[in-house]
């Protein structure tokens, strides 16, 4: 009976294996339907675009022969010239030309946060490769491929045919217009100072028709949305696929549907890991926070539920996470948390996101004062924790007899509203400043253009950063790039990467830490976790004065050191990892 029983086993797995090789063979055969297609469309548009512009140039140049022939009564000589010309055509002639397809996966492509700079300055770094401006491992720049950088033994002929002949496609749940492309570059450009090459041919494969996958569920939420991505994207890849699929979103379960199903290489950059070690110790530890509510905090049982359930989808993202060719994250404390979960995955780079800290750095720091406003950047999201900023801004305007009160401190939030939900958020800390007494000490501006944020980092003072084990913290950079005292948080990308030089104002030895020479160990802002210690670091960097000479040196040393965050640094580190990668290959 036991044999029979292990029998019957040993036939179902095989019967479910080969069944499994059937289907992905299957839909491999398929989807490689699809990208073959595409790249005969590709090849079509070419040719006839060609043929266009070579009957333009004819026409062009039968009406300039008459006209010479009548001058000149040269004949032969203006047939020997325009046979020349037609020669040049064609040697320039690219029937390959968007051919090598790289999708890139970011559903909510124009929204206007940190996520879709990344977006779209990646998208302008791969029309510069494409250009010929590719950095070598050596450090230098190829920018054709007899251009004199000794880089054609480092750099693959296949992966330069492969730069030249690149197109994009970006799938999106935003709804099809007839000036949907020319609109949402404008926006890019307007929004971020972002302009993508002309060279650069970009597609975009709507999908709003499933924009509902993306719909969030009140129940087993990191499942369900997983789900809903590996949909959205089974339906992306069967309009166009790919020969590289990129995801920038951090929807790594995406990953098993283009590479295993669509056999695309897979490459993706991740601003927040989906699951952590963190996010297990708050549940292990009972701690209520945004994503684990007080109801399960307290009660034993459910705490142990919700465990198991963390740990089985963390084995299983730390599976389909594996299977990346080339893995970017945004900083040393992603990557952290990354490694230990992706455990099976090669190399894990990262690549600083780009800050735009040119258009603020030349902005003054002492010529006019700053001042006594704190500013605060981000959007309107639970992680945040915009709370936590109100309720210290709270408690600075009590202190010492609310002497900052005097002052005329303001605070003002800065962020962007995605939505209804992000709109009930905003209300629901607007009714927190009243409740705090501080509403009219406190302005909420959502969704303005750049101009209006860069105005406010012109004039403030402090800056001022909640989020609890922020990924990264561009808004962290960019008002520390203004002149901005920053009070971040003492975790994530801000501890790791950013203010890692942080002021102590505990310290006698502040004064002659800070000079105005801002040497090497000069400190680049302040790092905080509750409402006291955010409270007194605001109240020291004010009670100091905009032009104190310990002030003047954390805003030039924090300015300094939000250099290595640049858009050229991005630009740089972002074509040589990919160009050095199996992507391209």
């Known amino acids: 009976m036991d044999s029979l029983i292990l029998q019957l086993t040993y036939a179902a797995l095989s019967a479910f294996l080969l069944t499994f090789i059937l289907i992905v063979t299957q839909c491999r055969h398929t989807f490689q339907q699809i990208r073959e297609a595409f790249v005969v469309y590709q090849r079509q548009c070419n040719v006839d675009a060609a043929a266009s512009s070579n009957g333009s140039s004819s026409a062009d140049g039968s009406s300039n022969n008459n006209n010479s022939n009548k001058k000149r009564g ?32 970011h559903p909510n492509c124009s929204s206007g946060g940190g996520g879709e700079r990344v977006l779209w300055k990646a998208i302008e770094a791969l029309g510069e490769m494409k250009e010929g401006k590719i950095p070598t491992r050596r450090g230098k720049m190829r920018r054709d491929d007899s251009g004199g950088s000794n880089g054609g033994g480092v750099i693959g002929e296949d992966r330069l045919r492969n730069c030249r002949n690149l197109s994009v496609v970006v799938y999106t749940v935003d709804e099809p217009s007839v000036n949907y492309q020319r609109d949402l570059l404008k926006h890019v450009c307007d929004r971020f100072a972002i302009t993508i090459p002309s060279s650069l041919s970009i597609n975009f494969v709507h999908l709003h028709e499933e924009k509902y996958l993306l719909n969030k569920s009140k129940r087993l939420t990191m ?9 959205l994207a089974w339906h992306a890849l069967n ?15 995406t990953f098993f549907v283009a590479k295993v199903l ?29 994503n684990n509510t007080s109801r399960i905090a307290t009660n034993p049982i459910v705490t142990y539920v919700k465990l198991i359930y963390y740990t089985i989808f963390a084995v ?29 995955a090669g190399r894990v780079h990262v690549v600083f996101p780009p800050v735009d800290t040119k258009s603020v750095k030349e902005l003054p720091i002492s010529n006019p004062p700053r001042e006594n406003l704190i500013v605060s950047i981000g959007q309107f999201r639970p992680e945040k924790d915009h709370s936590l900023q109100l309720k210290a801004f709270a408690s600075l305007l009590e202190m010492y007899d609310g002497a900052m009160e005097q002052s005329n401190v303001k605070l003002v939030l800065i962020g962007s509203c995605r ?9 629901q800390l607007q009714k927190l400043a009243r409740e705090l007494g501080v509403q009219d000490s406190v302005e909420f501006v959502l969704n303005q ?5 860069r105005d406010y980092l012109r004039r403030a003072s402090v800056g001022i950063h909640t989020m609890w084990n922020e990924h990264f913290g561009i808004g962290v950079v960019e008002m520390m790039a203004a002149g901005l005292v920053t009070v971040a948080h ?25 000079t105005a020479t801002t040497g090497s160990n000069s400190p680049t802002g302040c790092l905080a976790s509750t409402v006291e210690e955010y409270a007194t670091a605001m109240y020291e960097i004010l009670k100091r004065g905009a032009l104190s000479e310990e002030t003047l040196a954390i805003r030039e040393s924090g300015r300094i050191a939000a250099e290595r965050f640049s858009d050229d640094v991005f630009m740089s580190s972002f074509k040589e990892t990919m160009i050095s990668s199996t992507l391209f290959k």
């Open 490 to 514: 003492d975790s994530g990308g801000p501890k790791s990467d950013i203010i890692v030089r942080p002021c102590d104002f505990k310290s006698v030895n502040l004064t002659s830490a800070t």
């Open 223 to 231: 499942v369900a949305e997983s789900l809903g991505t590996m949909r």
């Open 449 to 453: 253009p750049y101009p209006v944020l």
């Open 419 to 427: 939505g209804e939900d992000d709109q009930q958020r905003v209300d």
């Open 74 to 105: 040269s004949k032969g000589l203006n047939q020997k010239k325009g046979s020349k010309s037609a020669a040049t055509t064609n040697e320039e002639f690219n029937q390959d030309e968007g051919t090598f397809t790289i999708g890139i996966f």
């Open 239 to 253: 309009k166009v696929t790919p020969h590289v699929f990129i995801d920038t979103t951090g929807c790594a379960f």
């Open 316 to 344: 299983c993202y730390g599976l389909v996470g594996s299977l990346a060719d080339l893995t970017m994250v945004n900083s040393t404390w992603t990557k952290g948390h990354i490694q230990y979960l992706w455990r099976l």
């Open 262 to 290: 669509a056999g695309c290489k897979v490459g993706t950059y991740i601003h927040y890991p989906t699951i952590s070690t963190d996010m297990l110790s708050l549940v292990w530890e009972r701690r209520p926070t945004y």
